[in-house]
């Protein structure tokens, strides 16, 4: 059945619960604070009628709320940006990088890539574009997931190896205590043409379960904000993905679920910031996940996962837009295979342990046009066969866990990663490998309403795809962070508060250097480090407001590559601030959200990473936005509009527009201007 069929049918399903949202996840992980939780999140949430996940395993250690973690409900991930990069602006140190339409780069703490990279259920899946256009996230529907696992810092071993930390996009086994049939849709419609559809339908009983999901997003080009509170100017972003989803699942008892997924994606995106657009963005991915719960003392779940995922790239300069002289076209392909297994024991009441192994196979293949006199001779390239370009093997074991009595106040988390990485560069047939070492050590305390944690994490990576691909990146050695974290946090009544601090260094971190005619990449050492700060009050249960503040200061240690020691690290977001105020009451809510970044003066001309370089200083910037909404039982609408005063204004991490038809070239990508939005869920 064709897609676009799949979702027409999906998205006329005239009744909702919600049910492709269960959210059942272990109580270290539900633990993780909620200073953050948005009013509309409860909102939607009102529909979630959900039925149960598998049992959790339990932990002891659970009680502290200051966390390294933090868990939220992903079908509430987009809210009302259509982006998941703008969305996890709302979570403090949090930061983006805008290309145009599809594809925004996540940042924390100002690092993004593969120093906080995205998974799926715990597997791999990248973006094949050697200069980035197509990213993890732009392959991920998060209304297609359950929760997403925010990791903050070197902090988590079970993951991976975080340089900076992680964002894991989680599905739960479903488990159904009868037979059931439910479903969901929602709908949202905005300015520049506009329009989100997702949809889900579940149905099963005791043993089993099916159920299939459809995502539809569409947007034309933007415009951005105007000083003259008037229309500003085109921004080349319009895009189109689609995606749709099958989950079925084996539950012979109430202790053992198997999983197996298939998910199908579909897209094309335009984009400012380069000479090529992606005309067409395919995934195909299968997943396999196995959970058995046991009665012993000791031992308690074993968790199996398996998954393979595809990505076909087509990126050109002529379906999108004007060629300006020759046709070109490039075709990347990349192939992520991903294998895990953790065994959870309690060797004690008061200890957990968490013991795996994983594997991962990643290939990137390449075929291209050159230049070409006409679209069809440059698509007559799409036939002829790939070539190998890069190929990288990781071989992983890891041991993770906690100790707590049950009568203190003090815990301790802990645990140790070991990763053997490869890669090989086919064009030069040179190779290269590494041994990586990881772990971390944290103690965490409670007392009278405060509760306090310091840990020290140590994380390596290897060099990936994209800096392996640049000028010396196969000669680069493996990169390090030591990494000091500390948070408080106090909760009383209607008030919460926290703060966060950290400070890390980074020997032969990785950055670029981009000349005027190669890119390079090299080895140098720096230091970061930061903090975060949030406040949320509450009064009478009608009135909230909540505000944030978030900062990283990042400096080069040694003279490398003409960046020289003292400098400061290139690609650092300034200091940033967000404050909320709103209203509910019986079931209504208005809320207004103010944004401000600050200029930045600390900058690296043409020096950066894989996301982008330094162009310069910043101006710092203000915006604007409310919304409101309303919901009774199985009924929610949620309006607003979007930088209200229609300023102007781009991130300090931004990249450089191109001359796009008559569009004229700017020095970086400015978000969109006013814009309005109206989002409707329905269930009975």
């Not at 696992?149 to 988590?156: C, E, T």
């Not at 049950?406 to 988390?413: F, N, P």
């Not at 207004?592 to 910043?618: C, E, L, P």
């Not at 909404?629 to 509009?641: D, M, P, Q």
Request: hydrophobic share 35%; glycine share 8%.
């Amino acid at each position: 059945m064709r897609l676009q069929t799949l979702l027409a049918m999906l998205a006329l399903l005239p009744f909702a619960t919600n049910a492709s949202q269960a959210a059942n996840v272990s109580s270290v992980e539900s633990s993780a604070q909620e200073l953050d939780s948005s009013p509309e999140s409860k909102l939607e949430s009102s529909l979630d009628s959900s039925p149960k996940s598998l049992p959790p395993v339990y932990t002891t250690a659970t009680r502290t709320p200051v966390q390294s973690e933090q868990i939220l409900a992903a079908k509430d991930a987009l809210l009302h940006s259509g982006d998941i990069a703008k969305s996890l602006l709302y979570v403090p140190g949090f930061s983006m990088v805008r290309k145009g339409g599809l594809g925004a780069e996540v940042l924390f703490r100002s690092q993004g890539a593969s120093r906080v990279p995205i998974l799926l259920d715990g597997g791999n899946l990248q973006g094949a574009c050697g200069g980035r256009m197509d990213t993890s996230a732009t392959y991920i529907f998060p209304e297609n997931y359950d929760h997403i696992l925010l990791i903050k810092g070197p902090q988590d071993v079970r993951w991976g190896s975080l340089i900076s930390g992680g964002a894991v996009f989680m599905r739960d086994i479903t488990m159904l205590d009868h037979n059931t049939l439910q479903a969901d849709t929602s709908m949202l419609a905005g300015s520049f043409d506009r329009l989100d559809l997702h949809a889900s339908v579940l149905a099963g009983g005791k043993y089993g379960s099916l159920r299939a999901i459809a995502s539809h997003y569409e947007s034309g080009d933007y415009r951005t904000g105007s000083a003259s509170f008037s229309g500003g100017s085109a921004t080349h972003s319009a895009y189109k993905r689609e995606s749709a989803s099958l989950i079925a699942t084996l539950t012979p008892t109430k202790y053992t679920g198997i999983e197996l997924d298939m998910d199908i994606g579909r897209g094309f995106s335009s984009y400012q910031d380069r000479q090529m657009d992606a005309r067409t963005f395919d995934r195909l991915s299968f997943s396999l996940k196995a959970q058995q719960q046991f009665q012993s003392e000791i031992v308690r779940q074993l968790d199996l996962r398996a998954s393979w995922h595809e990505v076909d790239h087509i990126m050109d300069n002529f379906s999108h837009r004007q060629a300006s002289g020759d046709y070109q076209l490039n075709n990347p392909k990349r192939t992520n295979a991903n294998a895990r297994a953790e065994l959870t024991l309690y060797p004690s009441q008061a200890l957990t342990l968490y013991l795996g192994a994983s594997y991962a196979y990643d290939d990137h293949q390449m075929r291209t046009s050159g230049k070409q006199p006409s679209a069809s001779a440059a698509n007559a390239f799409l036939s002829q066969a790939y070539k190998p370009n890069f190929h990288f093997n990781y071989a992983s074991i890891f041991m993770q866990g906690s100790y707590a009595q049950l009568d203190s106040a003090s815990s301790v988390y802990f645990g140790a990663r070991y990763d053997y990485a490869s890669a090989h560069k086919a064009s030069s047939a040179e190779s290269s490998s590494n041994h990586l070492g990881s772990g971390f050590a944290r103690y965490q305390y409670e007392r009278g309403g405060f509760s306090y944690f310091i840990g020290l994490g140590l994380a390596q990576r290897s060099p990936d795809f994209w800096e392996r691909s640049k000028t010396g990146g196969m000669g680069l050695e493996k990169e390090s962070n030591l990494q000091l974290d500390a948070a408080t946090a106090y909760k009383r009544e209607n008030l919460s508060l926290q703060a966060s601090l950290y400070g890390a260094y980074m020997w032969d971190y990785i950055a670029l250097h981009y000349a005027s005619n190669t890119t390079s990449a090299f080895n140098t050492d720096a230091l970061l480090a930061g903090a975060e700060l949030e406040a949320k009050y509450g009064a009478f249960g009608l009135v909230y407001i909540s505000g944030s503040l978030a900062y990283t200061y990042g400096q080069n240690l040694t003279t490398r590559s003409g960046l020289l020691a003292g400098s400061p690290l290139p690609q650092v977001a300034p200091l940033q601030a967000q404050v909320s105020l709103w209203l509910e009451h019986r079931g209504f809510l208005v809320r207004a959200d103010m944004f401000a970044n600050a200029a930045q003066s600390r900058y690296a001309k043409d020096y950066g990473n894989v996301i982008g370089k330094d162009f310069g200083a910043s101006l710092g910037f203000a915006t604007l936005s409310i919304y409101g909404g309303y919901k009774r039982k199985n009924f929610s609408l949620l309006c607003g509009v979007e930088n209200l005063t229609n300023a102007l204004y781009s991130y300090h991490l931004s990249k450089a527009g191109v001359m796009v038809g008559e569009l004229a070239p700017t020095s970086r990508i400015y978000e969109p201007g006013r814009s309005y939005y109206l989002k409707l869920a329905l269930g009975f």
